[in-house]
């Protein structure tokens, strides 16, 4: 069974840094993509970034978020990270972890993903 944790939200206040992790279970990294989504109060889900664990080198980042936000991954670990810098208060939400099967397209499209973590709040304050 197919299972994604996510760990290291919390508060911060703005200029901060956070590290999510997202540790799966129930398959070995292959050719999928890993992606980290969120979501703040009456918006859509929307795409962070995503990484091809066939291909780290094929990553994507929201233009929100280029040059602050790193996905990045430990095969070792069978974790993927989302490193977060200089946080602003728009980036506060509920962040998921995401894996879409079979492809390294890797589009920021949370309708191709698969698999869920729960999600984990991240709370950036002014």
Do not use: H
């Not at 091809?52 to 991954?73: C, E, K, M, P, Y």
């Not at 890797?106 to 729960?118: A, R, T």
Request: with cysteine; net charge neutral; proline share 4%.
């Amino acid at each position: 069974q197919v299972q994604l944790a996510e760990s290291g939200g919390g508060s911060v206040q703005a200029g901060g840094s956070l590290r999510l992790s997202c540790v799966v279970s129930g398959f070995t990294f292959a050719r999928e993509c890993m992606g980290w989504f969120r979501q703040s109060p009456g918006k859509e889900r929307e795409g962070v970034a995503s990484l091809a664990t066939s291909d780290q080198s094929n990553r994507r980042v929201d233009a929100s978020v280029r040059g602050r936000f790193t996905i990045s991954l430990d095969i070792a670990k069978n974790t993927v990270y989302l490193q977060m810098d200089k946080l602003r208060p728009e980036d506060s939400g509920i962040y998921y972890c995401a894996r879409e099967p079979g492809t390294s397209s890797c589009l920021l499209d949370p309708q191709w993903y698969e698999n869920w973590g729960p999600g984990i709040q991240v709370t950036v304050s002014a």
